[in-house]
C-alpha cells in the first residue's frame, strides 16, 4: 500500500525470544488521549500521525477517563454533558 507505515520493531525479539512491543510512557498516553477529546479532533488521524492504532488510542481513552492516567484534565469542549432531568413515573400535571 501507498502511504502505509509499518511498525518493522515487531518482528525484532528481545534476548529471551519474546518479540518487543513498544511501551509508551503515561505522560505520551495523556497528551494523545488529551488532543483526541478536543471538540472536533479525529482519533484516526491523531492515531496515524503517531504510528499507533486507533483502537489503542479508544484503550487509552477509557484508561484516562477511568483514572489510571492521574487525574483527568478534561478540555472545556469535552465536558461531560448533563442529561436532563427525566420524569419516569409520573404522568405529570393535571
Known amino acids: 500500500m501507498v502511504?502505509?507505515?509499518?511498525?518493522?520493531?515487531?518482528?525484532e525479539r528481545a534476548a529471551d525470544g519474546a518479540y518487543k512491543?513498544?511501551?509508551f510512557p503515561t505522560?505520551?498516553?495523556?497528551r494523545l488521549v488529551e488532543q483526541s477529546l478536543e471538540r472536533g479532533?479525529?482519533?484516526?488521524?491523531?492515531?496515524?500521525?503517531?504510528?499507533?492504532?486507533?483502537?489503542?488510542?479508544f484503550k487509552w481513552r477509557r484508561l484516562y477517563l477511568a483514572g489510571e492516567y492521574g487525574l483527568t484534565?478534561?478540555?472545556e469542549s469535552?465536558?461531560?454533558?448533563?442529561?436532563p432531568?427525566?420524569?419516569c413515573c409520573s404522568k405529570?400535571?393535571?
Open 41 to 57: 479532533a479525529s482519533v484516526a488521524l491523531i492515531a496515524r500521525n503517531n504510528d499507533i492504532n486507533a483502537n489503542l488510542l
Open 92 to 94: 405529570g400535571p393535571g
Open 21 to 23: 512491543r513498544p511501551n
Open 27 to 30: 505522560e505520551a498516553k495523556r
Open 3 to 11: 502511504g502505509t507505515k509499518v511498525d518493522k520493531s515487531w518482528g
Open 73 to 75: 484534565t478534561l478540555p
Open 78 to 83: 469535552a465536558q461531560p454533558k448533563q442529561e
Open 85 to 87: 432531568e427525566r420524569f
